[in-house]
């Protein structure tokens, strides 16, 4: 695990330890170290309150004023995830991953060009098909993993914003983030890359050239199936990003208290869970392969994946907890096999503790580049014995009729 320097980020560690490198490790399961200091307690307290005393002469010496645009509960979350991401400009805390994607695209200008992937989060690609061309920015999209493809797609001066997703849902292909940096920014466009899947966990996109992160912390981050919440991070604290703030505060998109304080108290056991998710989802894809109602398994870890390559390249400790199968027999089996399943959970979303397993094509309906095969696997902490023989029953079983 890569170390970073804990005096850097908002909120950093106190003073006597802040000339120590920590791991990103050891300072999330502290929170970046901070003691309330009323009581010397090791969890912060949780600030509900959305309006702050003046001082005499008018003025906010406490730096807050009412809670729309700021609150200290949300700060220490998003001091904790900036941290995590390695941001020098910091992260912001979102209602929703929707909020924190839509917000980025709303700071774009009415003529702006944006190029986005075809495999990327259904609801969000929906939404720019559906709200870009009424803002008067125009939005293509193509295979991102394809660098050529990309590189024919930027439109030099024009194209102001490239959003990728990697590993992209829920086909996992794997796009090259220093790469797409680079024809990103010679065409003096900015990349920004949902790294849901990844996770800080196994991949920095900022440390890769990468100028905005944003994650669905609804997923892994949180971990806990309870919260609903989005991240940005930041390289640059430029206009772009301030702009991006002025249409939160202005929106009252900020992600709620309390749900600021259950993430949280997720970051601190970010990487143990992280790691046993991983380890679970590349032991599940192992398996996966050789069976024999399983046609193909969609798992950047697989040496013979596409995007294993790159994966190698830009991932770290291992390759995700996500995963897909397709079924052999078609749409009948996969649908069969996820009625079937009696551990794994059917429902969508995904990065929480328990597994969930999903077919995705009747989710996304048409224009999805989703196979009706698919069966979307979200991994959990569970035993892999226990989540394999409950799978291979239920494939077993929907073979069988
Ligand atoms: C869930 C998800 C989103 C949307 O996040 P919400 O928190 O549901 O609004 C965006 N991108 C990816 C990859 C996701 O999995």
């Known amino acids: 695990m890569s170390r970073t320097n804990a005096s850097g980020g908002p909120g950093g560690m106190p003073d006597a ?8 490790r050891t300072l999330a399961a502290q929170a970046m170290g901070k003691v309330d200091p009323a009581t010397r307690a090791v969890v912060m307290p949780l600030h509900v309150a959305t309006t702050f005393i003046r001082d005499p002469d008018n003025g906010y010496s406490s730096g807050f004023s009412y809670a729309r645009p700021d609150n200290a509960t949300v700060r220490e979350a998003e001091a904790v995830l900036a941290m995590l991401e390695g941001a020098e400009a910091g992260a912001m805390l979102f209602g929703s991953g929707m909020a924190a994607a839509t917000a980025v695209f709303g700071a774009l200008e ?11 989060y259904w609801a969000l690609k929906r939404w720019l098909r559906e709200e870009m061309p009424r803002r008067g920015i125009a939005v293509d999209f193509v295979g991102t993993d394809d660098l050529d493809a990309l590189r024919g797609a930027v439109r030099p001066g024009a194209t102001k914003l490239v959003w990728i997703e990697t590993p992209g849902n829920p086909l996992w292909t794997v796009t090259d983030i220093a790469a797409a940096a680079e024809i990103a920014h010679a065409a003096g466009a900015r990349l920004a890359v949902d790294s849901t899947a990844a996770s800080p966990f196994h991949t920095r996109p900022l440390a890769l050239g990468a100028d905005l992160v944003m994650h669905s912390a609804t997923k892994i981050l949180n971990g806990h199936s309870d919260v609903v919440a989005g991240v940005l991070a930041g390289a640059t604290a430029d206009p772009f990003w301030g702009r991006i703030g002025g249409i939160r505060a202005g929106s ?24 046993a998710q991983s380890a679970g989802a590349g032991r599940l894809a192992g398996r996966l392969q050789g069976h024999p109602h399983v046609a193909r398994v969609l798992y950047p870890g697989l040496p013979d994946d596409p995007g294993h390559a790159v994966a190698a390249r830009q991932m770290r400790d291992g390759f995700g907890f996500m995963l897909s199968i397709r ?18 959970k059917r429902a969508t979303s995904l990065g929480g503790v328990e597994s969930l397993i999903e077919h995705r094509a009747s989710v996304e309906g048409p224009g ?3 196979p009706p095969d698919l069966l979307r696997l979200s991994t959990g902490i569970e035993d892999t014995d226990d989540l394999f023989h409950d799978l291979d029953a239920a494939l077993r079983g929907a073979h069988a009729g």
């Open 368 to 370: 999805s580049p989703c």
């Open 110 to 120: 009415p003529g702006d060009h944006v190029v986005a992937g075809t495999v990327m």
């Open 252 to 275: 009252g998109g900020i992600l709620g208290p309390f749900e600021a304080y259950l993430l949280m108290r997720s970051l601190r056991t970010f990487h143990l869970r992280a790691a």
């Open 17 to 24: 330890t802040s000339a120590v490198d920590f791991s990103r």
């Open 327 to 344: 079924v052999a027999g078609g749409e009948p089996a996969a649908i069969g096999t996820a009625a079937r399943v009696r551990l794994w």
